[in-house]
C-alpha cells in the first residue's frame, strides 16, 4: 500500500513509517516540521534502507496537499499531525483548535476529493478525562479537561458523522496510552523542544544530567505507593499497531475505535526503579505537589484490539526505559545535534 503518514516526521510518525516501510508499504510523509525535523526521516531511511517521500507541508494548506496526493497514487492515510501539548493548549486554545480541527477537516476533504476512504486518526486515552473505573473499555464515558484533548474528542466525533453520512468510509480511531521509548537502534526516539513536559523524557534528561532531578508530581494518590498510575506503551508496540489496524480496515467499511495499551498500570515511582535498574544511572527525584490536572490511575482494556485488530503489545516499561537510555544517550541533543554514528 501507499500510505501517507501526515506528522510523520514527528515522535511516533517516524516509528510508525518503520514499521510500515518494514511490513512492505511505501510510505509518503507530511509534515510542517513545527514540531520536529528532518534529519528523523534521514534517519528511518537509515533504519530501514528505505526512504519515505516526504513534503513539507501544513495539513491546513488545502493545494498543498492537493500536490501531495496529486504526486502519489496515496492508498490509505495516519493522520498524525498536530499540536500535542496539553499546558500550552490550556493557554493557546485557538491555536489548537485551529491546528487540529482545520488539519482534519482539510485533509478529509482532499481525501474525498481524490476518492481515498482509509483512514487511520491519532486519538488519545486523554478522551476518558478522568475514568469511572480501570481497566477502561472502548465504551466508557467521554470528557475532556483541556482544549488539546477536546481537539481529539471533535475530530473522533466529526469522523463518526463522516463515516455515518458515506458508508464507504473506512476510519479507524486509536487511542493510545502513553507512548514511551524508542526504536531499539538507538536512531529515533523523543526529542522534546524546551523542558519536557512527560515523565520518560524528564527522567531521561535527568539520568543524562541535563537536569537536577525529578519532580515526582504527589504521593498521594489512592495508588499503591501513592504517586500516578499510567499504561506506559512502548513507541514500537503502538506503531505496529497502525500497520494492524491499516491491514484491518482493507475489507471493512464504517468507522471503528480501538485503544492500544497494554492493560497494565505502572506507578511513577515504579517508572523511575525500572529506569534505574535498565541503565544503572541513578535518577534522583523529590516530590513535589500535584500537577494541576492530573488524574490518580489510567489504564487500557486492550481487549478490543486484541480480538479485531490481531495487535497486543509485546515489550516492556523495562524495554522501554532501555531504549529510552540509548537514543538519549547517543542523541544528547536530539536530533539538532550532530549525526548519531548508530
Ligand atoms: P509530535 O509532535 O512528535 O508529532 C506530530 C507531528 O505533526 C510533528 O512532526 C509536527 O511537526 C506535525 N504537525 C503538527 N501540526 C501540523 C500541521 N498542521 N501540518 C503538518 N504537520 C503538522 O507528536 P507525537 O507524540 O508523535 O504525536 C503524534 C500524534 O499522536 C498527535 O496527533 C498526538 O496528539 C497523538 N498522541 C500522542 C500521544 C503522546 O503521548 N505522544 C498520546 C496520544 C496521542
Ligand atoms: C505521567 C505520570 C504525572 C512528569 C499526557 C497527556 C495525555 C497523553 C500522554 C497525548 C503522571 C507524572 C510527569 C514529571 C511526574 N498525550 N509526572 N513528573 O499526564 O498521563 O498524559 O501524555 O494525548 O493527553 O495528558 O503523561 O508523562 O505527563 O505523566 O511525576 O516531571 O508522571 O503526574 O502521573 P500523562 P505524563
Given at each position: 500500500?501507499?500510505?501517507?503518514?501526515?506528522?510523520?516526521?514527528?515522535?511516533?510518525?517516524?516509528?510508525?513509517?518503520?514499521e510500515?516501510?518494514?511490513?512492505?508499504?511505501?510510505?509518503?510523509?507530511?509534515?510542517?516540521?513545527?514540531?520536529?525535523?528532518?534529519?528523523?526521516?534521514?534517519?528511518?531511511e537509515?533504519?530501514?534502507?528505505?526512504?519515505?517521500?516526504?513534503?513539507?507541508?501544513?495539513?491546513?494548506?488545502?493545494?498543498?496537499?492537493?500536490?501531495?496526493?496529486?504526486?502519489?497514487?496515496?492508498?490509505?492515510?495516519?493522520?498524525l499531525?498536530g499540536?500535542?501539548a496539553v499546558?500550552?493548549?490550556?493557554?493557546?486554545?485557538?491555536?489548537?483548535y485551529?491546528?487540529?480541527?482545520d488539519?482534519?477537516?482539510?485533509?478529509?476533504?482532499?481525501?474525498?476529493?481524490?476518492?481515498?476512504?482509509?483512514?487511520?486518526?491519532?486519538s488519545?486515552?486523554?478522551?476518558y478525562?478522568?475514568?469511572?473505573?480501570?481497566?477502561?473499555?472502548?465504551?466508557?464515558?467521554?470528557?475532556t479537561?483541556?482544549?488539546?484533548?477536546?481537539?481529539?474528542?471533535?475530530?473522533?466525533?466529526?469522523?463518526?458523522?463522516?463515516?455515518?453520512?458515506?458508508?464507504?468510509?473506512?476510519?479507524?480511531?486509536?487511542?493510545?496510552?502513553?507512548?514511551i521509548?524508542?526504536?531499539?537502534?538507538?536512531?529515533?526516539?523523543?526529542?522534546?523542544?524546551g523542558?519536557?513536559?512527560?515523565l520518560?523524557?524528564?527522567?531521561?534528561?535527568?539520568?543524562a544530567?541535563?537536569?537536577?532531578?525529578?519532580?515526582?508530581?504527589?504521593?498521594?494518590?489512592?495508588?499503591?505507593?501513592?504517586t500516578?498510575?499510567?499504561?506506559?506503551?512502548?513507541?514500537?508496540?503502538l506503531?505496529?499497531?497502525?500497520?494492524?489496524?491499516?491491514?484491518?480496515?482493507?475489507?471493512?467499511?464504517?468507522?471503528?475505535?480501538?485503544?492500544?495499551?497494554?492493560?497494565?498500570?505502572?506507578?511513577v515511582?515504579?517508572?523511575?526503579?525500572?529506569?534505574?535498574?535498565?541503565?544503572?544511572?541513578?535518577?534522583?527525584?523529590?516530590?513535589?505537589?500535584?500537577?494541576?490536572?492530573?488524574?490518580?490511575?489510567?489504564y487500557?482494556?486492550?481487549?478490543?484490539?486484541?480480538?479485531?485488530?490481531?495487535?497486543?503489545?509485546?515489550?516492556?516499561?523495562?524495554?522501554?526505559?532501555?531504549?529510552?537510555?540509548?537514543?538519549?544517550?547517543?542523541?544528547?541533543?536530539g536530533?539538532?545535534?550532530?549525526?548519531?554514528?548508530?
Amino acid at each position: 500500500m501507499n500510505v501517507l503518514l501526515t506528522g510523520g516526521a514527528g515522535y511516533i510518525g517516524t516509528h510508525t513509517a518503520v514499521e510500515l516501510l518494514e511490513a512492505g508499504h511505501d510510505v509518503v510523509v507530511a509534515d510542517s516540521l513545527v514540531n520536529s525535523h528532518e534529519e528523523a526521516l534521514r534517519r528511518v531511511e537509515r533504519i530501514t534502507g528505505r526512504g519515505a517521500a516526504f513534503h513539507r507541508v501544513d495539513c491546513t494548506d488545502p493545494d498543498a496537499l492537493r500536490d501531495v496526493f496529486s504526486a502519489h497514487d496515496i492508498d490509505a492515510v495516519v493522520h498524525l499531525a498536530g499540536l500535542k501539548a496539553v499546558g500550552e493548549s490550556v493557554h493557546q486554545p485557538l491555536r489548537y483548535y485551529r491546528n487540529n480541527l482545520d488539519a482534519l477537516l482539510t485533509l478529509a476533504e482532499v481525501m474525498n476529493e481524490f476518492g481515498v476512504r482509509d483512514l487511520v486518526f491519532s486519538s488519545s486515552a486523554t478522551v476518558y478525562g478522568d475514568p469511572e473505573a480501570v481497566p477502561i473499555p472502548e465504551s466508557a464515558g467521554l470528557e475532556t479537561t483541556n482544549p488539546y484533548g477536546t481537539t481529539k474528542l471533535f475530530i473522533e466525533q466529526m469522523l463518526r458523522d463522516l463515516a455515518a453520512a458515506d458508508p464507504s468510509l473506512r476510519i479507524i480511531s486509536l487511542r493510545y496510552f502513553n507512548p514511551i521509548g524508542a526504536h531499539a537502534s538507538g536512531l529515533i526516539g523523543e526529542d522534546p523542544q524546551g523542558v519536557p513536559n512527560n515523565l520518560f523524557p524528564y527522567i531521561a534528561q535527568v539520568a543524562a544530567g541535563r537536569r537536577d532531578h525529578l519532580s515526582v508530581f504527589g504521593d498521594d494518590y489512592d495508588t499503591p505507593d501513592g504517586t500516578g498510575v499510567r499504561d506506559y506503551l512502548h513507541v514500537v508496540d503502538l506503531a505496529r499497531g497502525h500497520a494492524a489496524a491499516l491491514d484491518h480496515l482493507a475489507d471493512r467499511e464504517g468507522y471503528r475505535v480501538y485503544n492500544l495499551g497494554t492493560g497494565r498500570g505502572t506507578s511513577v515511582l515504579e517508572c523511575v526503579r525500572l529506569f534505574e535498574e535498565a541503565t544503572g544511572v541513578h535518577v534522583p527525584y523529590r516530590v513535589t505537589g500535584r500537577r494541576p490536572g492530573d488524574i490518580a490511575v489510567c489504564y487500557a482494556d486492550p481487549t478490543a484490539a486484541a480480538h479485531d485488530l490481531g495487535w497486543k503489545a509485546q515489550l516492556t516499561v523495562a524495554d522501554a526505559c532501555a531504549d529510552t537510555w540509548r537514543w538519549q544517550d547517543g542523541n544528547p541533543r536530539g536530533f539538532a545535534g550532530e549525526p548519531s554514528e548508530g
